[in-house]
């Protein structure tokens, strides 16, 4: 048969995308519906496991940001204005400064308000101080306490021992017993008992920065109408320089020596009985010391 008589033959081959029931489409689609279910489970696990401080915090952070509805770069927190004396709308800042502001009193500019105002100060010092000066003494006071009673040699001796506040400061007193004598009879040097005293006394008085001063006292003599001897003046001037050695020998700076004196038998410890032994005696007082306060400049 001739080439051009033959027929034409057509083949059709129909092709299957995606491979029919074998192919891989739905497995992708599985994978993104699992991936959403644990999204999800994993989203309620979080809001199970939170507390609600975390839980607006969440919120909060996915919350859309506010949108200004200002139409013009002058819808910030200074509205157009400007902090300075220069730029648009300047009095609108300075309202605003001046509204925050704080108002004077109203007698803040009479002449006497600044004068109140110092001398409230200067006794609002004086008062601290006096409150503080008042506490160390405290302190100073159960420190000389507690070394009489934790120290075997003292604790027999603290029975001669008187320690107290006066308007003059913290006062240290030793004190004369019958039989128990801080001097030798009509002599100026504390004996070994007086020293030991002393020795203690001088721990606590180098504790703070506070000036002394030592007074003797002596006592009447029995029977005697007249409170002091002519001798003892000078007699209660020795004793209390001779404290005053013991006490600058066991460390005391002597610039810290304000007075040393004697009073003889003129303030008895025991005015009802000027003849007892306990009103001779060593006073030794760490004086209060007065603020130092500014000059006034207004004289």
Same mark, same amino acid.
Do not use: C
């Given at each position: 048969?001739?080439?051009?008589?033959r027929?034409?033959?057509i083949?059709?081959v129909?092709?299957?995308?995606?491979?029919?029931?074998?192919?891989?489409?739905?497995?992708?689609?599985?994978?993104?519906?699992v991936?959403?279910?644990?999204?999800?489970?994993?989203?309620?696990?979080l809001?199970?496991a939170?507390?609600?401080?975390?839980?607006?915090?969440?919120a909060e952070?996915?919350?859309?940001?506010?949108?200004? &509805?200002? &139409?013009?770069?002058?819808?910030?927190?200074?509205?157009?204005t400007?902090l300075?004396?220069?730029?648009?709308?300047?009095?609108?800042?300075?309202?605003?400064?001046?509204?925050?502001?704080?108002?004077?009193?109203?007698?803040?500019?009479? *002449?006497?308000?600044?004068?109140?105002?110092?001398?409230?100060?200067?006794?609002?010092?004086?008062a601290?101080?006096?409150?503080?000066?008042?506490?160390?003494?405290?302190?100073?006071?159960?420190?000389?306490?507690?070394?009489?009673?934790?120290? *075997?040699?003292?604790?027999?001796?603290?029975?001669?021992?008187?320690?107290?506040?006066?308007?003059?400061?913290?006062?240290?007193q030793?004190?004369d017993q019958?039989?128990?004598?801080?001097?030798?009879?009509?002599?100026?040097?504390?004996?070994?008992?007086?020293?030991?005293l002393?020795?203690?006394?001088?721990k606590?008085?180098?504790?703070? *920065?506070?000036?002394?001063?030592?007074?003797?006292? &002596?006592?009447?003599?029995?029977?005697?109408?007249?409170?002091?001897?002519?001798?003892?003046?000078?007699?209660?001037?020795?004793?209390?320089?001779?404290?005053?050695?013991?006490?600058?020998?066991?460390?005391?700076?002597?610039?810290?020596?304000?007075?040393v004196?004697?009073?003889?038998?003129?303030?008895?410890?025991?005015?009802?009985? *000027?003849?007892?032994?306990?009103?001779?005696?060593?006073?030794?007082?760490?004086?209060?010391?007065?603020?130092?306060?500014?000059?006034? &400049?207004?004289l």
């Amino acid at each position: 048969m001739p080439a051009s008589d033959r027929p034409i033959l057509i083949k059709k081959v129909k092709k299957v995308s995606g491979g029919g029931h074998h192919g891989g489409a739905w497995k992708v689609a599985y994978a993104d519906f699992v991936t959403a279910m644990m999204a999800f489970f994993l989203l309620m696990w979080l809001i199970n496991a939170t507390d609600p401080e975390q839980k607006r915090g969440i919120a909060e952070y996915f919350a859309p940001a506010n949108v200004s &509805t200002a &139409t013009s770069g002058s819808g910030g927190i200074l509205g157009g204005t400007a902090l300075g004396d220069d730029g648009s709308k300047s009095s609108g800042s300075m309202s605003v400064i001046e509204q925050l502001a704080l108002e004077a009193p109203a007698d803040a500019t009479s *002449p006497g308000a600044s004068a109140n105002l110092s001398s409230a100060s200067d006794a609002a010092l004086q008062a601290e101080i006096e409150r503080r000066e008042a506490a160390q003494f405290a302190s100073a006071a159960e420190s000389l306490r507690q070394a009489m009673q934790s120290m *075997p040699e003292l604790a027999e001796l603290s029975k001669q021992l008187i320690v107290d506040q006066t308007p003059e400061g913290l006062r240290i007193q030793l004190v004369d017993q019958e039989g128990r004598s801080m001097f030798d009879n009509n002599s100026g040097r504390p004996n070994a008992r007086a020293q030991v005293l002393l020795r203690a006394i001088a721990k606590v008085i180098n504790q703070l *920065p506070n000036r002394i001063s030592i007074t003797g006292h &002596t006592s009447a003599a029995a029977g005697s109408n007249r409170a002091s001897a002519p001798g003892d003046w000078t007699l209660s001037s020795e004793r209390a320089n001779g404290s005053r050695l013991v006490l600058q020998n066991a460390g005391v700076d002597p610039d810290r020596i304000y007075s040393v004196s004697g009073k003889a038998g003129s303030d008895p410890l025991y005015p009802d009985d *000027p003849s007892l032994a306990g009103n001779r005696r060593i006073a030794i007082v760490l004086l209060r010391e007065a603020p130092v306060l500014p000059m006034d &400049t207004s004289l």
